[in-house]
């Protein structure tokens, strides 16, 4: 099992940048494939970013050129660098890992979860 805990959500305008931190703890980490999801108040969970054990990372396409995930094994953290954002990202973001080298876009493909930070972007 792998600890979660996430941080750096807040209220933003649009236009400005956030960087959501993962600090995990358990496993071994650097095995893992993390990503990162949202869910906007009355949606569900959605997909936003993923990176492999590898590195290889993915993105939804909402969100390409706007955000990067990265990883740090070293470190046991994930991050979500967060530019150029819209209200329609206002959401909770979670961070998700899963014990395998690939990060699919299928919440129910991840075994450990955080307890989410509040991102909001006002106009």
């Known amino acids: 099992q792998v600890h979660l805990v996430e941080s750096g959500g807040g209220k933003v305008q649009a236009g400005d940048s956030l960087t959501l931190t993962c600090a995990a703890s358990?496993?071994?980490?650097?095995?893992?494939?993390m990503a990162w999801f949202r869910q906007a108040l009355g949606k569900e969970r959605e997909f936003v970013a993923g990176i492999n054990w590898s590195d290889l990372r993915h993105y939804t396409d909402s969100v390409k050129g706007r955000f990067t995930i990265s990883r740090d094994n070293a470190k046991n953290m994930v991050y979500l660098q967060m530019n150029n954002l819209r209200p329609e990202d206002t959401a909770v973001y979670y961070c998700?890992?899963?014990?395998?080298?690939?990060?699919?876009?299928?919440?129910?493909?991840?075994?450990?979860w955080g307890q989410g930070t509040q991102v909001t972007v006002s106009s």
């Open positions: 358990g496993r071994t980490f650097k095995l893992d494939a």
């Open positions: 998700a890992a899963r014990p395998d080298m690939v990060a699919t876009s299928a919440s129910r493909d991840y075994d450990d």
